[in-house]
């Protein structure tokens, strides 16, 4: 099954879900087996596990530096305290010694990196260099290259992690010629999830037949609809309660999403994880079929909207020519 686009531009499908825990993953790793040449990428940096199925083997890895963080140089502080008094993070610390003797230091998980004791401290005394917040890295993988990355503990701009992790995956596309991108997008509808659907072109949400489930759906639907995103569902582990399976895809369907397909609760998600495999290759029945089924629906989708596109590109290019032939003529 192919999503070959007719331009030259590769697509992009982002698979996100209301909350972690949904099965995102293991749809993203099967979607990555079943695709022709695709990037994946993998943007659920605060929790990554797609690395786990699909064994990368690392060929590049980079730092990745956002924000500053404040840092005093000791033999040039003379404890007057304006970084403590002038910090609303509560990030500066103070110690006295016995002889009554001041030090202060910036606890660096607190400091926000505001800049504001670096900018009043008389004696110019505090660094601010760029934090190391994790690392990204580029891999091969048995279904085409990846991009991953590892937030650091407690470090926070995911979202510019997110946005990184998806630039490199689409200058890879762009540069090996491959048609698509898959992303395994991260839970929640915080900044990451922003930074992980802007410009998709097509969003896959995954739930699940709950009522956190239901929920969910609707604070993520929300999201793809006000970037102005098609957007399709799909209910994982519908048989586990079946009435909600359908409440949940009257609900989509209302909000203007596609159903793209029901999974059924299926024991050999877990045996693939164990064997590394996506549950795809694991089996051909079962869970496996549903994803397939919902694969080809994606299919379809993409070749709907490249449809629904061609005479916009065609009367451009019409316009485009008219252009070139006026020009001629003036000359
Ligand atoms: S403001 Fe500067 S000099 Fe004063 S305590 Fe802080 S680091 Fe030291
Ligand atoms: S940079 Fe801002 S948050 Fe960090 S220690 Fe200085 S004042 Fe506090």
């Not at 079943?34 to 730092?63: F, G, K, Q, W, Y």
């Not at 190391?132 to 979202?159: D, F, I, K, Y």
Request: hydrophobic share 35%.
């Amino acid at each position: 099954m192919t999503m070959e686009s007719t331009n030259s531009k590769p697509r992009e499908l982002v698979v996100i879900s209301g909350k972690g825990g949904t099965g995102k993953t293991s749809v993203v790793a099967s979607f990555a087996c079943l695709a022709n040449r695709p990037v994946i990428a993998d943007c659920d940096v605060d929790a990554a596990d797609l690395h786990l199925v699909l064994s990368p083997r690392m060929t590049e890895s980079h730092d990745f530096l956002a924000g500053h963080e404040a840092v005093i140089r000791q033999d040039e502080c003379n404890a007057c305290g304006v970084c403590h008094t002038l910090c609303r993070y509560g990030a500066v610390e103070m110690s006295e010694s016995d002889s009554g003797v001041r030090k202060f230091r910036i606890d660096p998980v607190a400091c926000e990196g505001c800049g504001v004791c670096v900018r009043f401290c008389p004696e110019h005394a505090i660094d601010f260099p760029e934090s190391l917040c994790g690392e990204w890295m580029v891999s091969q993988t048995r279904c085409g290259p990846m991009v991953h990355a590892r937030l650091g503990v407690a470090a926070e701009n995911s979202g510019k992690l997110v946005s990184t992790v998806r630039q490199e995956a689409k200058r890879i596309a762009r540069e090996g010629n491959h048609p698509l991108i898959i992303v395994d997008g991260p839970p929640g509808i915080g900044c990451p999830v922003i930074a992980s659907v802007t410009g998709a072109t097509l969003v896959l949400i995954v739930t699940e037949p709950t009522v956190s489930g239901e929920h969910d759906l609707e604070r993520v639907l929300a999201l793809t609809r006000h970037f102005n995103i098609p957007t399709t569902v799909c209910v994982n582990k519908w048989d586990i309660d079946p009435e909600m399976a359908k409440k949940i895809e009257d609900a989509a369907q209302q909000q203007g999403a596609t159903v793209a397909g029901r999974i059924r609760y299926d024991r050999a998600v877990t045996l693939a994880q164990i064997h590394e495999q996506a549950v795809v290759e694991f089996q051909s029945d079962g869970c496996a079929q549903d994803i397939r089924e919902i694969w080809q629906h994606l299919t379809e989708q993409f070749q709907n909207m490249e449809r629904e596109s061609r005479p916009i590109n065609e009367q451009m290019h019409n316009g485009m020519g008219t252009l070139i032939h006026r020009t001629e003529a003036k000359s």
